[in-house]
Nanobody, 119 residues
Framework: VQLQASGGGLVQAGGSLGLSCTASGSIISINVMGWYRQAPGKQRELVAS???????NYADSVKGRFTISRDNAKNTVYLQMNSLKPEDTAVYLC??????????????WGRGTQVTVSS
């Protein structure tokens, strides 16, 4: 299973960016998909996650500004980021949790994508 993320980049404060991440491989189902971020010198933190049923969870710091969504048929998760702040600058990593494949159930990480918000 591979996770391929796209989006990200450089934006001014107050602007918007969108991220997407698609899981590929011999996938039976994916229980939860989400985004984490890691800024230099800081711990990795959950940004938002969404279950296959559509239940979403957000970090307090992004509530009301970020929206996570998912297309189960495409094994793709999206993150729409609005009203971006310089403190949102980080490497954003896609995560797929409890992915069912023929040989069991596993968690996967995608490569990070840089989001930089200038003040």
């Amino acid at each position: 299973v591979q996770l391929q993320a796209s989006g990200g980049g450089l934006v001014q404060a107050g602007g918007s960016l969108g991220l997407s991440c698609t899981a590929s491989g011999s996938i039976i189902s994916i229980n939860v998909m989400g985004w984490y971020r890691q800024a230099p010198g800081k711990q990795r933190e959950l940004v938002a996650s969404i279950t296959s049923a559509g239940s979403a969870n957000y970090a307090d710091s992004v509530k009301g500004r970020f929206t996570i969504s998912r297309d189960n048929a495409k094994n793709t998760v999206y993150l729409q980021m609005n009203s971006l702040k310089p403190e949102d600058t980080a490497v954003y990593l896609c995560h797929a949790g409890r992915v069912r494949v023929m040989m069991g159930q596993w968690n996967y990480w995608g490569r990070g994508t840089q989001v930089t918000v200038s003040s």
